[in-house]
């Protein structure tokens, strides 16, 4: 029993995490100019709500009745940052991205402390570890786009 409570709410820290990046990737698409990195941040967004209802249906079968289903204090903090930023910087692409990949930092680090979580097992770990190499993959695509707009 307690090791199911440790993974729901495991579940639940990925859950507000996602919704975090969620928002935010869907804040950045409204600010951006460029149509492949508004496309992008959409895509991303979506990417988002879909990994939150995979881990939420997670959690019922796990016999969570209310998983998680909003964002962290500090992700709302984070996303006003993107807003301020944003609208200070003339809807600067770098800046953005700069603030996108902050943000892609910090769900890469919540997926790698849940993947050290040795009570994940089966097909909860199976999942966190599929979403974590996609979370990743767009971390570095975003680093990528941000060192190349630097110049």
């Given at each position: ?64 009745s ?74 570095d ?11």
């Amino acid at each position: 029993m307690a090791q199911q409570k440790e993974t729901i709410s495991t579940i639940n820290d990925l859950i507000e995490t996602l919704k975090d990046g969620q928002e935010g990737f869907r804040q950045a698409a409204e600010a951006v100019e460029d149509s492949e990195l508004k496309s992008l941040f959409n895509e991303c967004s979506l990417q988002r709500a879909r990994f939150v209802g995979e881990l939420q249906s997670e959690a019922v079968t796990l016999g969570e009745s209310k998983p998680e289903d909003s964002g962290s204090t500090a992700g709302a903090l984070h996303r006003s940052w993107i807003s301020l930023k944003g609208a200070i910087a003339k809807h600067d692409d770098h800046a953005i991205l700069e603030e996108c990949e902050r943000g892609e930092d910090s769900a890469v680090h919540e997926y790698e402390e849940a993947l050290e979580d040795e009570d994940l097992t089966g097909p909860v770990r199976e999942i966190i570890s599929r979403q974590y190499e996609k979370v990743k993959s767009v971390h570095d695509r975003i680093k990528h786009l941000r060192d190349a707009t630097s110049s």
